[in-house]
Each structure stands twice: as C-alpha cells, then as structure tokens.
T-cell receptor
Framework: RKEVEQDPGPFNVPEGATVAFNCTYS??????FFWYRQDCRKEPKLLMSVYSSGNEDGRFTAQLNRASQYISLLIRDSKLSDSATYLCVVVREGGGADGLTFGKGTHLIIQP | GAVVSQHPSRVICKSGTSVKIECRSL??????MFWYRQFPKKSLMLMATSNEGSKATYEQGVEKDKFLINHASLTLSTLTVTSAHPEDSSFYIC???????????FGPGTRLTVT
C-alpha cells in the first residue's frame, strides 16, 4: 500500500456544485495532515491544515478520520478558479522536521 | 506569508553538464530546507533534507553524488545536478521550513530540461 493515495480524477464538476474527495494514508502514526493546491506548472500552495476535530475555511471543509486513516476535502459552491490539482500531504511520524509526503493529487475541473 | 525564491526558473542544458539551482528564503531564516522533484503528472517526491551547516539527508534511491546539496547559510540552499542526463529532466522544487516547525514554504520551482 502506498503511503498516501488519492483518486487522480479528473473530477469534472459544474460550477456551483459541491465536490468532495478523499485521501488515504498508510502510516497510522502520522500526526499532521494538509491539503495543498497546485496549479499547472506551479509550485504547491498550502490550502489548509487538517485537524482532528475537522476545520472549515470559507467554502472548504477538511476532515480527518483516524480510524479509517483518511482525510477528506469538501468544496462547496465551486468556482471556476477552484480548478486545480489538490494534493493530500502527510507529515511523517518524525514530525515537522521531516519532509512532506505527497499524494499524487486529485485533478479538479470546474466547468461553466 | 513567507517568501521563497528559486533561480533559475527554467534551464536547458546538454547531457553531461552540471546545473546549479538556488533556493533562497527571502524574509526568514530557514535552518531546514527540502528539495523535491516532480515528473509530469506525478506527485512531488522528496529528494533530500538540507540542514544549514551539516550534510544533507538523502531519501532512499537518491544518489547523493549526483544531486549535490549545499546549505551554507540560513537563507540559501543549492542543488547541483551533476553530469545531467535526459532522465534528470524534471521540475525541481525547494521548500523552507517556517519557524512554526511544521509549515513549509515552497519556491516557484525550476524546470530542468536535459537535451
């Protein structure tokens, strides 16, 4: 099983719709989780951290399910500008001083 | 947020030559920087962890003699791809660890093409 797995998509979603995707991780000792957004040929940018209690930032909601070892990202009222690749990121057991482990990303296309 | 720059943004070199990529943290000091590479339609993969004043820690499968990393100051890390081959063509991205100890700030990346 890969360390971090995501459905690569693409997810084609009409503008205004709600879309959600998951990411599974294999290391049960992982402590920190993030969602990054990467636009074509650009560097990844932090979208949001994922807390145990779940967290919301505007139209974006992130959840963590430790029992099933997955995190999720929900986007409400999707905008054209949300089209991007969303990378699930896990910090290895060693903590923040380690590099990040990235999933392959889920490609999201918002259609007008 | 914190700013990290990379130079050059794009480089084309001939097979057998060496290429140096610079990563700078512009408004903060970074004792730890990371180097990643990304092939087309693939995920970012960590290559090495660069610690200021000490040797870099390489991930399994990454040749340390081929990818030379130097972290001479708290704001600069360099990656030198030695004797580059076409299979080294990739998108190389650096990141710098923020003071929180968890957040990483990414540079804009360097696209290397080896002909």
């Amino acid at each position: 099983r890969k360390e971090v797995e995501q459905d690569p998509g693409p997810f084609n979603v009409p503008e205004g719709a709600t879309v959600a995707f998951n990411c599974t991780y294999s290391n049960s000792a992982s402590q920190s989780f993030f969602w990054y957004r990467q636009d074509c040929r650009k560097e990844p940018k932090l979208l949001m951290s994922v807390y145990s209690s779940g967290n919301e930032d505007g139209r974006f909601t992130a959840q963590l399910n430790r029992a099933s070892q997955y995190i999720s990202l929900l986007i409400r009222d999707s905008k054209l500008s949300d089209s991007a690749t969303y990378l699930c990121v896990v910090v290895r057991e060693g903590g923040g001083a380690d590099g990040l482990t990235f999933g392959k990303g889920t490609h999201l296309i918002i259609q007008p | 947020g914190a700013v990290v720059s990379q130079h050059p943004s794009r480089v084309i070199c001939k097979s057998g030559t060496s290429v140096k990529i610079e990563c700078r943290s512009l408004d903060f000091q970074a004792t730890t920087m990371f180097w990643y590479r990304q092939f087309p339609k693939k995920s970012l993969m960590l290559m090495a962890t660069s610690n200021e004043g000490s040797k870099a820690t390489y991930e399994q499968g990454v040749e340390k003699d081929k990818f030379l990393i130097n972290h001479a100051s708290l704001t600069l890390s360099t990656l030198t791809v030695t004797s580059a081959h076409p299979e080294d063509s990739s998108f190389y991205i650096c990141s710098a660890m923020g003071t929180s100890g968890y957040e990483q700030y990414f540079g804009p990346g360097t696209r290397l093409t080896v002909t």
